[in-house]
T-cell receptor, first 114, second 114 residues
Framework: KQEVTQIPAALSVPEGENLVLNCSFT??????LQWFRQDPGKGLTSLLLIQSSQREQTSGRLNASLDKSSGRSTLYIAASQPGDSATYLCAVLIPGGSQGNLIFGKGTKLSVKP | GAGVSQSPRYKVAKRGQDVALRCDPISGHVSLFWYQQALGQGPEFLTYFQNEAQLDKSGLPSDRFFAERPEGSVSTLKIQRTQQEDSAVYLCASSFGGGDYEQYFGPGTRLTVT
């Protein structure tokens, strides 16, 4: 059974710092991996989607990498800002069953202090 | 254009009551998904529709949960005889297709069962 783990569960950093969020998954048979952002009381906003054949994706200050063989992904945030404060969720799309079955981690709650 | 919308945003129900949660997907999106997110957890898959066909309901926790999408657009998640353990945020997502198409999430409905 696919399990997704995110470390750390919470992270507090000063503004301007570069940081890395980690995601690991137990079964390398995935279609893709997505990083989402969730603000309190809000839904999920997709940040980056990496197909299983890709190694990384970049969007602005965000860079996500994928190492399928080791079951790991990282989300790198450069020059963090207070507006980056949110919970970041990692999810993998798995084959079999539903075509859209996303398996999520529990998230990393990020706080960026001004 | 409009994103995925859900109503109500908040619902308080007494134990034993029935509730109905609505999801309006992005126009033209074929696939629709429901997820349940308990406090401090990542979302967990409930069910998946392709047009009006419910292709996967393996995540529904009990036979008290029922979902429909009769005309292939709006979907309703119904919970009968609510229990306290049903308290969670219910998220709806839609995508243009199945497989590796990106899912777009609504803001969720926070259900509290007292």
């Amino acid at each position: 059974k696919q399990e997704v783990t995110q470390i750390p569960a919470a992270l507090s950093v000063p503004e301007g710092e570069n940081l890395v969020l980690n995601c690991s998954f137990t079964d390398s048979a995935i279609y893709n991996l997505q990083w989402f952002r969730q603000d309190p009381g809000k839904g999920l906003t997709s940040l980056l989607l990496i197909q299983s054949s890709q190694r990384e994706q970049t969007s602005g200050r965000l860079n996500a990498s994928l190492d399928k063989s080791s079951g790991r992904s990282t989300l790198y945030i450069a020059a963090s800002q207070p507006g980056d404060s949110a919970t970041y969720l990692c999810a993998v799309l798995i084959p079999g069953g539903s075509q859209g079955n996303l398996i999520f981690g529990k998230g990393t709650k990020l706080s960026v202090k001004p | 254009g409009a994103g995925v919308s859900q109503s109500p945003r908040y619902k308080v129900a007494k134990r034993g009551q029935d509730v109905a949660l609505r999801c309006d997907p992005i126009s033209g999106h074929v696939s629709l998904f429901w997820y349940q997110q308990a406090l401090g957890q990542g979302p967990e898959f409930l069910t998946y529709f392709q047009n009006e066909a419910q292709l996967d309901k393996s995540g529904l926790p009990s036979d008290r949960f029922f979902a429909e999408r009769p005309e292939g657009s709006v979907s309703t998640l119904k919970i009968q005889r609510t229990q306290q353990e049903d308290s969670a945020v219910y998220l709806c997502a839609s995508s243009f297709g199945g497989g590796d198409y990106e899912q777009y999430f609504g803001p969720g409905t926070r259900l509290t069962v007292t």
